[in-house]
């Protein structure tokens, strides 16, 4: 037998695939613009792989520019996260990990409503 390391060490089968499963909770009936949406994550597939490494990286992407957000979770991870809408259309969450295993799981859900009245964009410093 050798001591050299084998593929499989450095680069797993399971790196980079979907093994977070994203749902919307139960109390979310019918998700509309402006009213909270409980999002479910659960890990329990990645346990078996050395578990869930932080940081955590939380994107939320909605049909709009002013839709999107990005989180990064650097000391625990959230097993349910809470997204509220400010348009309506299709919406994307997505959870993933920035190193470890790069596993990540995502959902897509659709929302009811109009777009809610954006707030003004800051231009920078003024004088």
Request: aromatic share 6%; hydrophobic share 40%; net charge negative.
């Amino acid at each position: 037998m050798s001591d050299q390391p084998f593929l499989a060490d450095f680069s797993p089968d399971n790196v980079g695939t979907n093994r977070f499963k994203l749902s919307l909770d139960v109390t979310t009936q019918s998700p509309a613009a402006g009213v909270a949406c409980i999002v479910n994550v659960d890990y329990s597939s990645a346990d078996a792989d050395g578990g869930v490494v932080l940081p955590l990286e939380v994107l939320v992407q909605a049909p709009t520019v002013d839709g999107y957000r990005r989180q990064v979770l650097t000391r625990a991870r959230l097993d349910q996260l809470v997204v509220i809408p400010i348009s309506g259309g299709a919406h994307m969450v997505m959870v993933r990990e920035l190193g470890h295993n790069r596993a990540f799981g995502a959902l897509t859900f659709n929302v009811a409503g109009d777009s809610l009245e954006e707030a003004p964009r800051r231009r920078g410093p003024t004088a």
